[in-house]
């Protein structure tokens, strides 16, 4: 239950900040308030994550809470279940319709590529989108 608490925690952290209520989140969401008021207290894991990207898009998340929220999420349940690997939902969904990242992501890993490579190829990203904008 403790580690539920940390999501549950930044979930309803998120809800009022957005100055809604339970039923008002749980209806924009389509899940039942009762299961929403769970997971806040921390008595439910997180959802499934069709059911947190629905939150994730009730709570118009900004860019960097809503990494924080698929993060945590993720992290809570490997923790709740240690024998499972679990992976943000937002990257699982990219990575889902993305084929050739999946391909990218199995090459590097086939090369044995470093952290440090993929530092370098985030660099590079930032730095085009800084240039596009």
């Avoid at 900040?17 to 009762?34: G, M």
């Avoid at 997180?46 to 118009?60: G, I, Q, W």
């Avoid at 024998?83 to 939902?89: E, H, V």
């Avoid at 990219?94 to 199995?106: C, E, F, G, P």
């Amino acid at each position: 239950m403790l580690n539920n608490n940390l999501f549950g925690a930044f979930l309803k952290e998120k809800r009022l900040q957005k100055d809604l209520s339970l039923r008002e989140l749980a209806e924009k969401a389509n899940i039942a308030h009762t299961y929403l008021l769970n997971i806040e207290n921390g008595n439910k894991p997180p959802p499934s994550d069709t059911v947190l990207m629905r939150l994730e898009k009730a709570l118009t998340l900004d860019e960097e809470s809503k990494v924080l929220f698929y993060d945590i999420a993720a992290q809570i349940k490997h923790l709740c279940n240690s024998s499972n690997f679990y992976i943000a939902a937002d990257i699982s969904s990219y990575l889902n319709d993305t084929d050739d990242a999946k391909q990218v992501i199995r090459e590097a890993d086939k090369l044995g590529y470093s952290n440090d490579f993929w530092n370098e190829i985030l660099q590079k990203l930032k730095e085009k989108n800084m240039s596009q904008t």
